[in-house]
């Protein structure tokens, strides 16, 4: 992953809700400026935060770090799981800045569903101007049952992100 804007982080990072037990996930393959920005929000706000590593590499050079801090839960995680529900635990807020093959996307987000609160929000970063996969991104999510979909593509310099939430009986 490219370098995120730290204050640009800061921005986004106000979509999170000031609520008591808000929980946090997010899928990553390399890059730390989130991870940590992510991390400190947990720590001051006494948040959950759970790291699914989807690279082995990526999860060996942050293991020693993370490990010792008590909001943080990090797993070495792959896609290919047959679900992605870990003791019952859904999450307010899904992170993903993996890359997610394009052959798997629409399985990724059927997984993710359920690990998603109702109403809870999906934030997926994708490359800056890639029309065809924003396209198809908003057509998986709209057939997954994934609403209130809206985009961002004027905060970071690498990359847009799509926002979209999560409805009860709305699909899947």
Known sequence: MKNLEKN???LLLDIVAD??????????????ELTDTLSDLCATKEYSYQINCTSPDFYTS??????????????NFSLARPKYFIQGKEYDYLFVTAVIPVEDRS????????IIKTAGNLILFIPKR????HDEWLDILQDRGYVS???????????DIIISKRMHGWGN
């Open 149 to 159: 979909t809206s985009t961002i593509d004027d905060m970071f310099e690498h990359y």
């Open 8 to 10: 640009k982080l800061q």
């Open 19 to 32: 609520r008591p037990s808000t929980r946090i996930a997010h899928f990553s393959d390399g890059g730390k």
């Open 130 to 133: 890639s029309r065809e996969e």
């Open 107 to 114: 399985e990724f987000l059927r997984k993710s569903y359920d």
């Open 62 to 75: 942050v293991e020693e770090e993370y490990k010792a801090l008590p909001h943080i839960h990090l797993l």
